[in-house]
């Protein structure tokens, strides 16, 4: 099943809960929470408080996706304030398998992300432990940024290692996913397509989310 994570960076903020309400219209599956530290990444974006704030707007899972070093030291902080599933950094983390087993401990839904430059078999010994894995197809920091072709091959290669060995993580991936490029992205493999500036950067954002999940499934139903 092909679901459409909208991500607020992109969002209005001063009209946050209006334009998560639209997506969410549009069909969105999920809700998509870029967290940076300014540290792990080059910039700065929002903590658990804003995180409680979306919970009360939306029933759907709100996706955190932490691009900050340390995380394990915010990981029930984000739990406590609404989040279903949070996502880590390979290469943030000293102690990945103990860092994915604190997420589940906090009844969250665990994921792994890897950035451009870092291979799929970084995360040979973590696959039985996510429920998902996230494949940034653009470096992480900025939203707008332009979808980096080359990461396709690692949605590919994720999918066949789940077939060989018999796992049931899921596939997402984030970074320059929009009309242009939402058919390669399903057709290599991502079920859960986050997207931000395709959905909240111009127009409505329920008639983006619309025709983008459109564009998906159409792709899915060819892929078959």
């Not at 432990?129 to 992480?140: A, H, K, T």
């Not at 986050?194 to 950067?201: D, K, L």
């Amino acid at each position: 099943m092909i679901e459409l994570a909208p991500s607020i960076l992109s969002a209005d903020f001063a009209r946050l809960g209006e334009q998560v309400r639209a997506a969410c219209e549009g069909g969105a599956n999920v809700i998509h929470v870029d967290i940076m530290d300014g540290h792990f990444v080059p910039n700065l974006t929002i903590g658990p408080p804003v995180v409680k704030s979306l919970r009360k707007v939306t029933d759907l899972p709100l996706d955190c996706h932490l691009m900050i070093e340390n995380p394990d030291e915010f990981i029930p902080a984000f739990a406590e304030a609404g989040a279903d599933w949070i996502s880590v950094h390979q290469e943030a983390c000293r102690h990945l398998n103990r860092t994915l087993h604190l997420i589940k401990s906090q009844d969250c839904m665990a994921g792994v992300v890897i950035n451009p430059a870092t291979p799929v078999e970084a995360l040979a010994e973590v696959l039985d432990v996510v429920e998902y894995v996230l494949v940034m197809s653009v470096n992480p920091g900025f939203g707008g940024q332009k979808f980096i072709p080359s990461t396709l091959h690692k949605m590919r290669q994720l999918a066949e290692i789940r077939s060989q060995r018999g796992l049931t993580y899921r596939i997402e991936v984030d970074g320059g996913v929009g009309l242009d490029t939402v058919g390669d992205v399903v057709r290599a493999g991502a079920e859960i397509l986050v997207a931000g500036n395709a959905v909240f950067g111009h127009g409505d954002p329920k008639k983006n989310t619309v025709e983008l999940l459109r564009a998906a499934t159409e792709a899915a139903a060819l892929k078959v």
